[in-house]
C-alpha cells in the first residue's frame, strides 16, 4: 500500500503548510484524505463538507493550485508522485485552516441585486413562461449555481480588483435579467454594470473552466456587457 | 466616476478595438509592401505626401489608438496597482491627448 504526502494549509491568512502521511487507497477522494487527516491524525484540523456526493459546494478547497470541490476530485487525478498540496479556497478571507469566509462572496451576490423581485401575489394568476422561450431558455442555462465559490476563487480579477462582483454574483443577475416575472431590471443593471461589475471582466475564463455545475459565467456577464451597452447608449442606465 | 459613463468607455473601448483590428491589417500590408518592393524613405514619402485618402485612414488610425489605449491603461493601471480616483481618471485623459497629438503631428509630417 502506497502513502500520499498531503501538504495541508494550517492557520488564517498567515500560517504555514503541515505535511501528513496518509494511506493511499482506491477511489479515494480528496475529501477522504483531508477527513482521515482531521479523524485519525489531528482532531485539529479545521474544513468544511456536508452532502459529500458533489451536491451542495461546502467542500470547496484550493487542491495543487485549483479550485475544484474535494468530494469530486479522486486522488489519482490530482496525486503526481503521490503528493497533494489542499488550501482554503482563494480569495476569501480565512476562518482557519481550511473553512474560509463566504460572507463577502455572498454581499456581492446581494449587491449584485442577485433576488428575484416580482410584482405579483398569491391572488394573482401563475405566470406563464414557455420554458422554450428565448429568456427562459438563456436563464436556465445559467440557473443551476449553487454558491460553491470555486469560480469566485478561480478569478483573476476577484483576486486583483476587491470591488468587482465576481462571476457567481454576475451570473445570478444574468438569470434574473432574463425573467420576464422580475421588476427589478433597471436597478439590478446598474447595479452590475461598471468598473466593479461586469466590465472588469477580462474573459480570461477560468470560471467557466472550474464551475462543477458546467455554467459557463463568462457568457453571463458576455451578456450582461450587451445589455448594460445597449442600455446606456438608449440613456436607460 | 458614475456607471454610465464606465460602461460608456468599455463601449468606445470595443468600438475602437474593432476599428484598429482592420486599421492593423492595412497598415501591416502597407509595411510589408513597402518593404518587399525596396521602397526608400524619400521613395514612401513621395506616395504619402499630398494623398488625402491615406491621410485620413491614418487619421482615423491614430483617434483610435488614442481613444482605445488610455482606457485599457487606465484598467491595468487600476488592477496593477491599486489606484482609483481623479488622479488615475486626469493621467488616462493625458495620455490619450499626448497620443493624439503625437500621433496626428505624425499624420501631418508624413501626409500633408
Known amino acids: ?237 | 466616476m458614475k456607471t454610465r459613463s464606465q460602461v460608456l468607455l468599455w463601449t468606445a473601448q470595443r468600438v475602437s478595438a474593432a476599428v484598429l483590428a482592420v486599421c492593423v491589417l492595412v497598415h501591416l500590408a502597407t509595411v510589408i509592401y513597402a518593404v518587399r518592393n525596396g521602397l526608400s524613405a524619400a521613395e514612401i514619402l513621395g506616395r504619402t505626401r499630398g494623398n488625402a485618402g491615406w491621410a485620413a485612414f491614418y487619421t482615423v488610425f491614430v483617434l483610435a489608438a488614442a481613444v482605445h489605449a488610455p482606457i485599457g491603461l487606465r484598467g491595468v493601471l487600476a488592477e496593477t496597482l491599486d489606484w482609483r480616483g481623479t488622479g488615475l481618471e486626469v493621467t488616462a485623459l493625458v495620455i490619450g491627448l499626448a497620443l493624439a497629438l503625437l500621433g496626428l503631428r505624425a499624420v501631418y509630417a508624413v501626409f500633408i
Open chain 1, 1 to 237: 500500500m502506497s502513502t500520499l504526502s498531503v501538504r495541508v494549509w494550517r492557520g488564517q491568512a498567515s500560517g504555514h503548510f503541515e505535511v501528513f502521511d496518509v494511506p493511499r487507497l482506491e477511489s479515494q477522494t480528496v475529501l477522504d484524505v483531508v477527513t482521515h487527516i482531521q479523524r485519525a491524525l489531528d482532531p485539529t484540523l479545521a474544513y468544511r463538507f456536508a452532502c459529500r456526493v458533489g451536491m451542495c459546494g461546502s467542500c470547496a478547497m484550493t487542491v495543487n493550485g485549483r479550485a475544484r470541490w474535494t468530494c469530486r476530485t479522486h486522488v489519482a487525478r490530482v496525486a503526481a508522485e503521490n503528493r497533494i498540496e489542499i488550501a482554503p479556497l482563494a480569495n476569501l478571507p480565512v476562518v482557519r485552516d481550511l473553512v474560509t469566509d463566504m460572507t463577502p462572496f455572498f454581499d456581492k451576490w446581494a449587491k449584485a441585486r442577485g433576488r428575484f423581485r416580482g410584482a405579483a401575489t398569491r391572488r394573482d394568476e401563475f405566470a406563464r413562461v414557455p420554458p422554450e422561450s428565448r429568456g427562459r431558455r438563456v436563464a436556465d442555462a445559467a440557473i443551476e449555481c449553487i454558491g460553491c465559490g470555486v469560480c469566485y476563487g478561480s478569478c483573476d480579477v476577484v483576486a486583483w480588483n476587491p470591488d468587482y462582483l465576481g462571476p457567481a454574483a454576475l451570473n445570478r443577475a444574468w438569470t434574473l435579467l432574463n425573467d420576464v416575472r422580475d421588476t427589478d431590471n433597471r436597478a439590478r443593471l446598474a447595479a452590475v454594470a461598471g468598473d466593479a461589475g461586469c466590465h472588469a471582466c477580462h474573459t480570461q475564463m477560468s470560471c467557466t473552466e472550474r464551475c462543477p455545475k458546467q455554467l459557463a459565467p463568462t457568457a453571463s456577464i458576455a451578456g450582461l456587457k450587451r445589455a448594460a451597452a445597449l442600455a446606456a447608449l438608449r440613456g436607460e442606465l
